[in-house]
């Protein structure tokens, strides 16, 4: 059991991810892109969100494992590599954190605050013609990527040491690369429930607790199965 301390990390973590996440839209979409998003919104974007969360992965990795998702904590807790209390309690502080966060920029910017900008994630878009399959299956992929990475890049024995920032920021940066222009790129229903609170645009919001949440899952399981648990009984 880890305690309050891991708690408490993991929601100053999404608070950051969110508050500096969120920002880096605002300033992309409503800044510098006249209300459009441009290519180097879109880096900008991405490359914000990879960098706050390797950030925080060094800060609060060796407290909390800096989890900073849902999508991340419950597969954690059904492979058996956190406690079921410890998972209630870091989705709480994950949920808390995002909505604090959210509160901040609403009282900072409060005219952008129901604006698609501030929202970041609002559902399909016309790229993939507005399908919510489409969407609910690009947010399953991206999140996969992100929780495998995870299990083979930290949770596994053989992991390289000292790289947990990099891997982890490094395919977030990836993700919101091709993710965005797609679903917004999510692959965090905290990331995506704090601003909504706000924006009030709740239609799609649903899928993004639940895509998230199956890719989390699936990657999970493969990783643990097939080749962490197989090292840690000493297999190659």
């Not at 024995?157 to 993710?179: E, M, Y």
């Amino acid at each position: 059991m880890n305690g309050p301390r891991a708690w408490l990390a993991e929601a100053i973590s999404t608070y950051a991810l969110v508050f500096f996440g969120s920002i880096s839209v605002i300033l992309a979409v409503a800044v510098h892109g006249g209300g459009e998003m441009t290519s180097e919104g879109l880096i900008l974007i991405s490359l914000a969100h990879g960098g706050i969360i390797a950030i925080m992965v060094y800060a609060f990795g060796h407290v909390s494992g800096a989890h900073i998702n849902p999508a991340v904590t419950i597969p954690m807790v059904i492979t058996g590599k956190l406690g079921v209390r410890d998972g209630i309690a870091y989705v709480a502080s994950q949920v808390a954190g995002a909505v604090v966060a959210s509160a901040t920029i609403a009282a900072i910017l409060p005219a952008l605050a129901s604006t698609v900008a501030f929202a970041g994630h609002t559902g399909p878009s016309e790229l993939i013609e507005g399908n919510v399959g489409s969407a609910f299956l690009v947010e399953v992929v991206l999140t996969f990527f992100l929780v495998l990475a995870i299990f083979m890049g930290i949770v596994h024995k053989r992991a390289p040491a000292g790289w947990h920032g990099f891997v982890v920021g490094g395919v977030i940066t990836v993700i919101h690369l091709v993710g965005v222009p797609l679903t917004g790129a999510s692959v965090n229903p905290a990331r995506s429930f704090g601003p909504v609170v706000f924006s009030g645009m709740w239609e799609f919001h649903w899928l993004y607790w639940a895509a998230p949440i199956v890719g989390g899952i699936i990657a999970g399981v493969l990783a643990k199965h097939v080749y962490v648990a197989r090292e840690e009984r000493g297999g190659a």
